[in-house]
Every structure is written in structure tokens, then in C-alpha cells.
């Protein structure tokens, strides 16, 4: 079974500097990978994939993600965070039927 | 807005009542899911319809959870008996077949009391 951990509940950054939200997945096979983003009272956004092509994913507002077979990681980075980063984000993995969430890790970010 | 739509947003019940939501998914889109997300977890899984059909069920879907489809488009989730851990965000998504991107809605918000 496809799974994901996401390694922090709670990152804290200051307004300007990077972000690293980390995730590891769990998968006998190459998975499909997801990063969304869910701000309070909204739905998911999806943030960026992976489906085995380049292993730097780009997303969008500037996010990124790195696919690391030999860590089983798929890290979501920033250069610069900015105060409308602030919200939850989930990591996830799965098929086109079903996908799989991690537990969150809610961004706060501070001036 | 061509997104997908949830209704309502809010609802509040009393135990033992039974509720249903809508979820209006992209008009091009044949699949539809379920995820039910509860306080501090991420979603998860309940069901997913490719146009009418309902292809698989979670067995978080109880017997006091039914969804339908009827006619491919718009579908709906009903909890009959309603228990207090019903109490979640009901998300709705869509997609295309075959392809993993799926839109979310902005949730019905369930609180059973």
C-alpha cells in the first residue's frame, strides 16, 4: 500500500525565508506525489505533482519539490515565504481513483 | 465559477437526524470522490464514481452512508442516523479518468450535536 509521512505538524518561518515542509512516502513501485495547500475554510489546492518525469517539480506560487528515490522524500521548498503562505499543507500519493494524505503541516508565518 | 461546488458549507444537526450534501463537480469531468477530513488529519478516502457508477467504497463508508450519481453529473452524500464522530468536513473532487489531478471543493462542514 502507497503511503506518506509528513515529518512536521508545524513549521514556523519568518516572513522572507525559505520554507522546507518535508514528506516521505511509502510505495513499492515509482508513485504519483502531490503537494496541496488548503487555506481555512477553503478546499485543496494542488500545489505540484510528480508522475516520473523530471524529479524537480515545479509548482505553482513559486513552490517546489524534490522527488528522492534513494531517501523516499519529496520535500516542498520556498526561497522566500510571504504572509499569504500561511496555511496547511497536505503531501499525498495515490492513482487516479483514490489518492492518500499525509496528516498536514500547517506554515505559519511571521514578520 | 466553473470549480467544483459543495452545498451547504455548514450544516448542523442533532444527533440522530439524517443529512445530505450536494457536490456539483467540473462540468468536462467523469470522475467524482468523497474524502472526509476530521480535526488535525489529512483527507481521507470514502468513495468515487466514474460518471453514474460508484467504483469503490472505503469501509469508513458505513451502511449509514449512502452516495448517488444518478444521472453522471452533479452527486450526493447522505449519513442517515447521524453520530457525533460524523462530525467532519465532507470534501468533493473531480477529475478526469485516468488522470490524477483532482479538484476540490471548498467542503461541507458537518457538526453533529
Known amino acids: 500500500a502507497q503511503s506518506v509521512t509528513q515529518l512536521d505538524s508545524h513549521v514556523s518561518v519568518s516572513e522572507g525565508t525559505p520554507v522546507l515542509l518535508r514528506c516521505n512516502y511509502s510505495s513499492s513501485y515509482s508513485p504519483s506525489l502531490f503537494w496541496y495547500v488548503q487555506h481555512p475554510n477553503k478546499g485543496l489546492q494542488l500545489l505540484l505533482k510528480y508522475t516520473s518525469a523530471a524529479t524537480l517539480v515545479k509548482g505553482i506560487n513559486g513552490f517546489e519539490a524534490e522527488f528522492k528515490k534513494s531517501e523516499t522524500s519529496f520535500h516542498l521548498t520556498k526561497p522566500s515565504a510571504h504572509m499569504s503562505d500561511a496555511a496547511e499543507y497536505f503531501c499525498s500519493t495515490g492513482t487516479a481513483s483514490k489518492l492518500t494524505f499525509g496528516t498536514g503541516t500547517r506554515l505559519q508565518v511571521t514578520l | 465559477d466553473t470549480g467544483v461546488s459543495q452545498n451547504p458549507r455548514h450544516k448542523i444537526t442533532k444527533r440522530g437526524q439524517n443529512v445530505t450534501f450536494r457536490c456539483d463537480p467540473i462540468?468536462?469531468?467523469?470522475?467524482l470522490y468523497w474524502y472526509r477530513q476530521t480535526l488535525g488529519q489529512g483527507p481521507e478516502f470514502l468513495t468515487y464514481f466514474q460518471n453514474e457508477a460508484q467504483l469503490e467504497k472505503s469501509r469508513l463508508l458505513s451502511d449509514r452512508f449512502s452516495a448517488e450519481r444518478p444521472k453522471g453529473s452533479f452527486s450526493t452524500l447522505e449519513i442517515q442516523r447521524t453520530e457525533q464522530g460524523d462530525s467532519a468536513m465532507y470534501l468533493c473532487?473531480?477529475?478526469?479518468?485516468?488522470?490524477?489531478?483532482?479538484?476540490f471543493g471548498q467542503g461541507t462542514r458537518l457538526t453533529v450535536v
Open positions: 473532487a473531480s477529475s478526469f479518468p485516468r488522470n490524477t489531478e483532482a479538484f
Open positions: 462540468s468536462e469531468h467523469n470522475r
